[in-house]
């Protein structure tokens, strides 16, 4: 097993643990990002240096387009809302990445010849799993965006598991994906941030209604 690219898998689910888990939208932006610009050196061999640039390229994008959104009103005081963080906590996050880790080490290939490092795929099954439940159970637009960037970012280390290194043009075509998702997703931040909502929420909440008193009169009893 190679050290260096079994550091830079591990750095790769830190990250994505770190991002599902912090309650801090600053925080979740910087470890998405850390995730997206570390996942095409999970390669052997590792991408063309023109392949590697345009992923980063469309990394830095993504994560700057999200960071505008999330960042303080400087001059103001007003501190950037927060987004929802992981219920269970970081631990409990660990543990469930380790074990995708270790089953997609144990299942890469799925069955048939792969052509690209088990460690892919064992980094790919361990974000996914951290992903899912941001996506499927987020209430608000910040932290179901940092799920989606990072289930796109596992399908592309599960490929890359399969597949081998991609390709020049798989690169580019890939780093301009990221940068349309990084882009959607700030729209869909920065106007759940505009709605009135006290942060990132979907929906706000709906305005508590009145007690209605009954229409008829009480009966009087002499």
Known sequence: MNPILAGVAFAVVAGSIAAVSTNEARTAVLATAIVLVMSPLVADPLASPAGLAARLIGAILAAYLLWI???????????????????????????????AAIAGYAAHGLGAPADGPPLASAAGFAV??????PVLTGRDALRVGVG???????????????????????????????????GALALAAMAARLDGA????????????????????PLRTS
């Open 148 to 182: 989606l960037m990072l289930l796109l970012d596992a399908a592309l280390l599960v490929r890359v598991g399969l597949g081998g290194t991609p390709g020049q043009l798989e690169a580019l075509l890939t780093a301009g994906l990221i940068a349309a998702l990084g």
């Open 69 to 99: 959104v999330v960042r303080g009103r400087p001059g103001t005081g007003v501190a950037p809302p927060e987004t929802g963080g992981s219920r269970i906590g970081w631990p409990a996050e660990a543990l469930i990445a380790a074990a």
């Open 198 to 217: 006290t942060g990132f929420e979907l929906a706000a909440d709906p305005l508590p209604r009145g007690r209605h008193e009954p229409d008829a009169h």
């Open 128 to 133: 996914a799993a951290v992903a899912v439940t």
